[in-house]
């Protein structure tokens, strides 16, 4: 079987704001922004892979999620954090950008497991909602 990731949801209290944190922080490109600014998409998404994406879900939309995913009390329950991996040279640029945002790296790790092996070097940091990211890259 191939399985593959194909979005998260990630809830945020301000979608602008994540949004812009997302693109021009992390540097990840939006899908259906135009759309969500004209009031034609509940939310806006950011690309994290040519196959996943990650949908920026506001926490009044709790009650229209659980009756779209059939579970009842499963909308807005947070994850410990969620990782991304990047080339080095993107994973030094990325910190550089963190620090000119103001966003302070809240945790370091070497030497860490992961879905592709051990990676050398990650940081972890919140975004604008808490949400906890963590950015790795291998050799």
């Known amino acids: 079987m191939d399985v593959r990731l194909d979005h998260l949801v990630c809830w945020v209290a301000d979608q602008r704001r994540s949004l812009h944190f997302y693109e021009q922080v992390l540097g990840l490109p939006g899908v259906r922004t135009e759309e969500f600014r004209d009031g034609k998409a509940a939310f806006p ?3 994290i892979s040519a196959e996943t994406i990650l949908d920026l879900i506001a926490y009044d ?5 659980d009756e779209h995913t059939g579970v009842k009390g499963s ?3 947070p994850i410990n954090h969620f990782c991304l991996s990047v080339g080095r040279e993107d994973f030094d640029a990325l910190q550089v950008r963190l620090k000119q945002h103001g966003v302070e790296i809240s945790g370091t790790a070497t030497n860490i497991f ?9 940081i972890y940091f919140p975004d604008p909602d808490g949400n906890v990211l963590e950015v790795r ?3």
């Open 45 to 47: 998404s950011v690309r």
């Open 61 to 65: 939309a709790l009650k229209g999620v």
């Open 75 to 77: 909308s807005g329950h």
């Open 114 to 122: 992961g879905a592709r092996g051990i990676a050398p070097e990650a």
């Open 137 to 139: 890259y291998y050799d």
